[in-house]
């Protein structure tokens, strides 16, 4: 009975925690978008690096015609090509790219270890850097949505069933892409090192995935090496959403495959996850 009695008050402690980590987090969010939004660099090349490319994209392409997925068969502009490609790229660069370079730079300018000196838990740190992807994420591809329509005139999709779809890739690629950034940034040596570390990690990935290049023109050992990571398969997921069916046949296996998508997605998440808790560390007396 004792023992029932010690687990139970050992227990208390904990469950009554739970809450105070939840609204910490919260704040943070509110913390940390303000802090993104304050810094010109985050903002250009990760907020607006997608809709800036669109632009160009579609100025310098246009003139070259539609793409067709076959001879004889409706194709779609140059613009409403890339836009999935550009929607996939922005979630990396919001999750990976600037959480990467923001912890690393963090770590280095002695902020985590200011906060491993105050009553603010790990997790709710992590909450308010994941939130933060998902409040800069969200209005990202809502801004680039917007200009592709009213600036471009790209037509986007109109059946419920296909923002469902869009709904869970986008979930699962921002929450994926935000904890492999909080991992890679275990990587660099310093701060001042982050960008030269991790930028050409992403740019490699944003060639070789069917971002800037069409995918299915690329050479099947460069489609196998894109296989592994999730940039393709964020957008392969996102050209399932804003092009045609008939698009599907120029993917690797004639189709969106998007049970493939969601499950490749989750191992990377699971992934990230593991990753983040085993080398994020900040100066802490309680561990």
């Known amino acids: 009975m004792t023992a029932v009695a010690n687990d139970t008050d050992t227990s208390r402690p904990r469950a009554a925690a739970r809450p105070r980590i939840l609204a910490n987090g919260m704040s943070r969010i509110r913390y940390e978008v303000k802090t993104y939004f304050r810094s010109p660099d985050a903002v250009f090349f990760t907020f607006l690096f997608p809709v800036i490319m669109l632009g160009i994209f579609t100025s310098a392409f246009s003139s070259s015609g539609d793409i067709v997925p076959a001879r004889g068969e409706a194709g779609v502009s140059v613009g409403a090509y890339y836009l999935p490609g550009l929607v996939a790229a922005g979630l990396l660069l919001s999750g990976v790219q600037n959480l990467a370079i923001e912890i690393a730079g963090e770590k280095s300018n002695g902020t985590l270890k200011r906060l491993g000196g105050t009553p603010l838990s790990p997790v709710s740190y992590f909450i308010g850097k994941i939130g933060q992807v998902f409040v800069t994420g969200t209005l990202q591809v809502a801004l680039l949505l917007v200009v592709a329509r009213v600036v471009f005139g790209i037509a ?132």
């Open 156 to 287: 986007l999709p109109t059946e419920p069933e296909i923002w469902l779809r869009f709904a869970w890739v986008f979930v699962l690629g921002i929450t994926t892409s935000a904890l492999l950034g909080i991992a890679l940034s275990a990587l660099p040596r310093s701060g001042r090192s982050a960008s030269a570390v991790i930028l050409p990690v992403v740019l490699v990935l944003q060639f070789i995935s069917g971002v800037y290049l069409q995918f299915y023109l690329l050479p099947d050992w460069m489609q196998n090496i894109a296989s592994v990571f999730p940039l393709k398969w964020m957008a392969q997921g996102m050209r399932s959403v804003f092009l045609p069916d008939s698009f599907a046949k120029l993917e690797v296996h004639d189709s969106w495959e998007l049970g493939w998508i969601a499950l490749v997605l989750l191992g990377w998440l699971v992934v990230g996850l593991v990753l983040s808790r085993i080398t994020f560390r900040w100066i802490r007396k309680d561990g």
